[in-house]
């Protein structure tokens, strides 16, 4: 696949988005590609764990600018089914019964934090930074919401969902979206270690022991909720102000909201 590496050796699979040139942004081929890595290797015997990098400066910058452009034009029932394959994609990666580590590199923005919150472990080197950004674009971080939220709990999610604004390392580390921030050259060397453990495991275990942690959980991640946020994003998508904030940020001008400030 052009936009996705999958290794496997050692009983360690690594996932890599290979986007580069458009910061590893998500379009429906990449999210695609993702679902159908993730649901293969979680049914394979010679797996044991799996590892979600990327190359290039940026661990995932969100929406590619293209996919967003077609997006921008989407009614209710197509933005109802893009983000609907999204969801599917997030839901596949936290229900996999491999246990799953965001290897974070660099910056992981919008869509790019719900990869981090939806996977077992983060590790983030310490010049990596973190952004919610979805509301300065007049949209809302509705299909990774369920996964930043038990990543972050809810009051930092608060804050940042709000507020759009930047954080680095050390503050993902503080609120618990990342376990561990590492200087980036012992980025390699802690996720080998961690991946090392978990592979030393009972694989049994490890699948019985991640359905344990969704059971005890607060609230069920169901189909429900996720046909919520799905409804959620669709509708802000659709909407006015969503059609206004995308075109903005396409077109590189300040959205309607801020024209009079």
């Not at 919610?132 to 930092?156: C, D, H, N």
Request: with cysteine; glycine share 8%; aromatic share 4%.
């Amino acid at each position: 696949m052009a936009d996705l590496n999958v290794t496997v050796r050692d009983a360690r699979a690594t996932v890599t988005l290979a986007r580069p040139q458009l910061r590893n942004a998500f379009n429906d081929e990449l999210i695609a590609a993702l679902t159908a890595a993730f649901a293969e290797l979680g049914a394979r015997a010679d797996v044991r764990v799996i590892v979600l990098a990327a190359e290039g400066p940026a661990f995932c910058a969100g929406a590619d600018l293209n996919w967003m452009r077609r997006m921008a034009d989407y009614g209710r029932e197509e933005n109802l089914a893009d983000a609907g394959r999204l969801a599917a994609m997030l839901r596949t990666l936290h229900a996999c019964p491999k246990p799953t580590i965001a290897r974070v590199h660099g910056d992981a923005y919008a869509g790019g934090v719900g990869l981090v919150a939806a996977c077992d472990l983060a590790v983030a080197a310490d010049t990596a930074g973190f952004c919610l950004s979805e509301v300065k674009l007049g949209l809302i971080p509705a299909t990774i919401g369920p996964y930043v939220v038990r990543a972050m709990g809810a009051r930092a999610a608060r804050r940042y969902m709000l507020t759009a604004e930047r954080f680095d390392a050390a503050e993902a580390r503080r609120i618990g979206l990342v376990h561990e921030v590492v200087p980036a050259g012992q980025l390699d060397e802690r996720v080998g270690q961690l991946a090392d453990q978990l592979a030393a495991n009972g694989p049994q275990a490890l699948a019985a022991c991640k359905r344990l942690l969704d059971d005890v959980a607060e609230a069920a991640l169901d189909d429900a909720l996720v046909a919520r946020t799905v409804q959620a994003i669709a509708d802000v998508r659709a909407s006015a102000e969503g059609r206004e904030g995308v075109q903005a940020f396409l077109n590189r001008r300040r959205p309607a909201w801020l024209a009079t400030t």
